[in-house]
């Protein structure tokens, strides 16, 4: 499996753990069901940002949750349709 | 009259190139959105591809007229030989950049980024100005079915047990299509007007398999 595949599955599972925990997770326990170094989900989760898939919201007590944008939940959406356009166009 | 010297043949070659560009502009637009969510390379190549063979079938297109306006004005000759080379280049050019970008979209895990996009320039550059000197339409098609031989070797060697020989065939008729239909651009190289039917027919049905292909996926 090729390295952009995995990093593709990588952004698909980062998702969909935030999904599955009603769009709403601790960074913590993100990290931990990811399966990631702290450097890999520290990359993943600011690349994310940056392209905005996730959003950063504060509870009124002031901690953090992961959440997903529109475009976090599009991906998830597409994802299979991805997958299945770069195999049929071996790309 | 326009249509007086653009001769028979002439609403064919229109229509024709009218399929194939809207085609390969289809391709690029509906593959859009894909590559904006994951900004996977081999997507980035396989869109260049067909924006670039969209072009480069847009600027034969005005080769064509060219070639016909020199022969159908042979007395101001000396016109048709400042324009065709003129011509000529954005044809090479585009069309070379359209064969790496679709044989580099399968391989692109194996070659860097940067050394592709600085070798194939050098490449589609250094044929433009051979075709621009020589303005010669079969050197130009000799030189990129060569060029086309030696990247499908590269990408067979790299992919031997890849299951899409279907994709990769399709991405092989594209290319060798290309280069026929540049080589009977040339004047002199006459086809039968019914084989050039034909032959323009098997094209266009090449493009529309790719662009269904597309849409099975992207709606």
């Known amino acids: 499996m090729s390295k952009k595949r995995e990093r593709l599955e990588v952004i698909y599972d980062f998702l969909k753990i935030i999904q599955e925990n009603h769009n709403s997770i601790k960074p913590t326990p993100l990290l931990r069901k990811t399966n990631l170094s702290s450097q890999s989900f520290n990359e993943y989760f600011q690349e994310l940002l940056k392209k905005e898939f996730i959003k950063e919201i504060y509870d009124k007590n002031k901690k953090k949750y992961i959440t997903l944008s529109d475009k976090g939940f599009h991906y998830l959406e597409k994802y299979k349709t991805i997958l299945g356009f770069i195999d049929d166009f071996d790309l | ?219």
């Open chain 2, 1 to 219: 009259m326009m249509h007086n010297f653009l001769g028979k043949g002439f609403e064919a070659e229109f229509l024709y190139t009218f399929i194939v560009v809207v085609l390969c502009f289809l391709v690029y637009y509906k593959t859009k959105e894909i590559y904006e969510l994951t900004k996977h390379q081999g997507i980035k190549y396989f869109r260049s591809a067909f924006l670039f063979f969209g072009l480069a079938y847009l600027s034969r297109f005005l080769l064509h007229i060219v070639i016909l306006m020199g022969i159908s004005f042979s007395f101001i000759i000396s016109r048709r030989v400042m324009f065709l080379p003129v011509f000529t280049v954005p044809v090479t050019y585009l069309s070379t950049m359209a064969i790496f970008f679709l044989i580099y979209s399968t391989i692109w895990k194996k070659i860097k980024y940067k050394y592709f996009i600085i070798l194939s320039n050098i490449i589609a550059i250094s044929i433009s100005v051979i075709a621009f000197c020589s303005k010669s339409l079969i050197l130009i098609s000799a030189l990129q079915l060569l060029l086309l031989l030696i990247t499908v070797v590269i990408s067979t060697k790299d992919h031997r047990k890849t299951k899409k020989k279907y994709t990769r065939t399709l991405y092989f008729l594209i290319s060798v299509l290309w280069l026929i239909n540049l080589f009977l651009l040339s004047p002199g190289r006459i086809l039968l007007f019914g084989s050039k039917i034909f032959f323009q027919a098997f094209s266009i049905i090449v493009f529309v398999v790719v662009y269904l292909k597309v849409l099975k996926w992207v709606k």
